[in-house]
Nanobody
Framework: VQLQASGGGLVQPGDSLRLSCVVSGRSSANYVVGWFRQLPDKERIYVSAINFNGRYSWYTESVKGRFTISRDNTVNTVYLEMNNLQPDDTAVYYC?????????????????WGQGTQVTVSS
């Protein structure tokens, strides 16, 4: 599969953004999709994930209550709705996919990656 992330931008603290990740290829609906973020020279941080049918999701603690992951398999797209953005959310955001039915979303080993989309939160 191939992944294409988009939706990043420059926003002010408290604003919202919605990132999109189009997952194309055979059986794309059978993939867990996750979102990661990374600052220059820092390790990539796992932010959120959603299982293949959208019924289960996982979030890292720092984004719980502010970020919502969802998917629409009719258009092969996974979304990350980000609300009340703060400067600490600034990063390049990546989406990734893994073909698995596991519900242990925190422990997924991803093997397909998209390019990143920059999110900058600044006043």
């Amino acid at each position: 599969v191939q992944l294409q992330a988009s939706g990043g931008g420059l926003v002010q603290p408290g604003d919202s953004l919605r990132l999109s990740c189009v997952v194309s290829g055979r059986s794309s609906a059978n993939y867990v999709v996750g979102w990661f973020r990374q600052l220059p020279d820092k390790e990539r941080i796992y932010v959120s994930a959603i299982n293949f049918n959208g019924r289960y999701s996982w979030y890292t603690e720092s984004v719980k209550g502010r970020f919502t992951i969802s998917r629409d398999n009719t258009v092969n797209t996974v979304y990350l709705e980000m609300n009340n953005l703060q400067p600490d959310d600034t990063a390049v955001y990546y989406c990734a996919a893994a073909r698995t039915m596991t519900l242990d979303l925190e422990s997924i080993r991803y093997d397909h990656w998209g390019q990143g989309t920059q999110v900058t939160v600044s006043s």
